[in-house]
């Protein structure tokens, strides 16, 4: 994942998740949902997973927020 601060056009956090060199998911801050990027990663999972996910990722950009505010 990565975080920004005051760029222009640019989400504050974005996070991909990758398998082989080949994205499989895509998160970021302005949309605040994870999503899959391929279609076999959508066929194997479910609302309940991306429920479950969003949560997590949600929890990562609190915590990349918090880190760039002390750096």
């Not at 504050?12 to 499989?24: I, P, S």
């Not at 609302?47 to 760039?68: A, F, L």
């Amino acid at each position: 994942y990565t975080g920004s601060s005051e760029v222009p056009n640019f989400p504050e956090f974005v996070a991909v998740g990758l398998v082989d060199d080949v994205q499989m998911v895509h998160y970021d801050s302005n949309t605040r949902k994870p999503g899959p990027k391929q279609d076999w990663m959508r066929e194997i999972t479910d609302e309940r997973y991306w429920e479950k996910e969003t949560q997590i990722y949600r929890s990562y950009q609190q915590t990349s927020k918090n880190n760039t505010e002390i750096a």
